[in-house]
């Protein structure tokens, strides 16, 4: 089933416009409590995480990075880089995403990735708002920082999501499986916002494993996933769809390690979609950096309402009430 079909079905269910909000808001968190407690075992074995934490649960900080308690990194300040410069513009445009990844990238972040780190700098040298296209580059950078791109064009056709998907990652990663892979976590996101069970969500998975058969989840545990979006992919899934609840599945995905925070990252915004911001643990909410805290959940709710789905539905409601 499409999210469309999706969303056709849920308007007759008076689907609340405040569980939306929740969900939105839940995907946001969900994406930076992610990032932060992954952050502190990132480039660890699960054995080494084991042997230092024996199951690591709490937002701490350290980790390579040495980050402090309730930092996030680079996949929580692109989200926010990206969703600022759609709502500045009012469109996903190109040009507007690289001025305020440039940006970024000028206050010295605390990380970046190396594939980021040459596309905004070619865009500095030539204005390019496209790299190359690269068959053996599938990272996964542009996947971590795709949440905005979800809330802001739900309820918009399927193929004009994928199109504002290629925009944004393009500008760094330019490669068909990372677009693929990409394209179903947004997709996922959309289905859990609307209102999609787990069920759902594995259709979806299911179906990116049917067109791009390297992102089957089926088989060997995904244990130190690196940078490539299919192992990263194939982590997620497999913590997604073995658990019942936001920190168990969160839990379960940093603590086999790897490039733990971006599977956690992953993994909050679909989880966090999927059980709405009741589901998260206090304990990270109260630890997660106040200021970045209130820009999650503040673009949560301003990308949403700008959304076709949201947008729509606030000019039927005009519509009936000029009508009544
Ligand atoms: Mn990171
Ligand atoms: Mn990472």
Not at 212 to 224: A, I, K, Q, W
Not at 274 to 294: E, F, S, V
Request: charge should be neutral; hydrophobic fraction near 45%.
């Amino acid at each position: 089933m499409l999210v469309s079909d999706l969303s056709a079905e849920l308007i007759g269910t008076e689907a609340k416009a405040n569980d939306l909000y929740d969900r939105a808001a839940g995907a946001y968190l969900g994406l930076a409590v992610g990032d932060a407690l992954g952050a502190t075992v990132e480039f660890m074995t699960p054995r080494e995480i084991r042997e230092l934490y024996g199951e690591h649960r709490n937002l701490i900080g350290g980790g390579w990075l040495g980050l402090r308690k309730g930092r996030v990194t680079d996949d929580t300040e692109m989200s926010l880089a990206l969703g600022s410069s759609i709502l500045a513009v009012g469109r996903v445009d190109a040009r507007a995403i690289a001025e305020s990844f440039s940006d970024w990238m000028r206050a010295k972040p605390v990380d970046i990735g190396h594939t980021v780190r040459r596309g905004i700098g070619l865009y500095r040298r030539s204005g390019t708002l496209e790299v190359p296209e690269n068959e053996y580059d599938a990272g996964n950078g542009a996947c971590m920082r795709s949440l905005p791109i979800a809330l802001f064009t739900l309820g918009s056709p399927p193929q004009a999501v994928a199109e504002a998907s290629r925009i944004q990652a393009h500008l760094t990663h330019h490669n068909r499986l990372a677009d693929a892979g990409t394209f179903t976590v947004i997709q996922m996101v959309q289905a859990a916002l609307l209102g999609g069970g787990k069920a759902h969500l594995r259709m979806q998975a299911e179906a990116l494993v049917a067109a791009e058969e390297p992102y089957r989840f089926d088989r060997r545990r995904m244990e130190n996933p690196g940078g490539y979006l299919v192992e990263t992919l194939r982590a997620v899934f497999q913590a997604l769809f073995a658990t019942e609840g936001f920190e168990t599945a969160l839990v379960d995905v940093v603590n086999r390690g790897g490039d733990a925070d971006t599977t956690g990252a992953i993994l909050g915004m679909i989880a966090g979609a999927l059980y709405g911001t009741g589901a998260i643990p206090r304990r990270w909410l109260n630890a997660l950096d106040k200021t970045t805290a209130r820009a999650c959940t503040r673009q949560a709710v301003a990308l949403l309402k700008a959304s076709p789905h949201c947008a729509g539905a606030a000019s039927v409601a005009r519509r009936s009430a000029a009508v009544g």
